[in-house]
């Protein structure tokens, strides 16, 4: 139901009304522009329609980085080199290649930074172990604190 009382308000208001319609257009604008290309799924540009490659892009795009976000997988960013690479991804699922060789393909292209899990090799060892090393420090230091307030 309409209120009138509002409706009459705004229009004596001249400067409401413009207000309104300011925010109007540039709630139009926002999703006009931002929203739209992140509301299309990578999977929906293409005419194959088999759910099985679907699902095993989908799996593929969650463990390659994207290299523009850096902190967000190509399956989740809207940067184009996320695009390319998912329709990189895409192309070499209809060529019929496995997982793990999709993986090996981008990682060799685009190196050790693109997967969203670190290998374990020499120079990411730090990376791996860092954690363990912490809480065994931070458990001796509570250990010496706890005797030290004993005595």
């Known amino acids: 139901m ?3 009382r509002f409706l009459y ?3 004596i208001d001249r400067s ?3 207000k309104y319609i300011k925010i109007f257009f540039l709630i139009l604008f926002y999703f006009l522009f931002f929203e739209a290309d992140s509301l299309k799924a990578s ?3 293409t005419e194959d329609t088999n759910i099985e490659l679907m699902e095993r892009e989908r799996e593929i795009s969650g463990l390659l980085r994207c290299l523009v976000c850096q902190n967000q997988s190509i ?3 809207n940067a184009p080199l996320a695009k390319d690479m998912r329709l ?3 192309s070499q699922l209809i060529d019929g290649k496995s997982n793990d060789e999709i ?3 981008v990682h060799d292209r685009y ?3 693109v997967l969203m899990k670190p290998l374990f090799k020499k120079y990411t060892i730090f990376l791996w172990l860092s954690p363990f090393v912490f809480f065994v420090m931070g458990l001796l230091f509570i250990l010496t604190k706890n005797k030290k307030s004993k005595t």
């Open 2 to 4: 309409v209120n009138f």
């Open 9 to 11: 308000l705004m229009l």
């Open 16 to 18: 409401s009304l413009c």
């Open 43 to 45: 999977y929906l540009d």
């Open 75 to 77: 399956l989740e960013s």
């Open 88 to 90: 990189l991804v895409r």
């Open 103 to 105: 993986i090996d393909y």
């Open 111 to 113: 190196g050790d930074f």
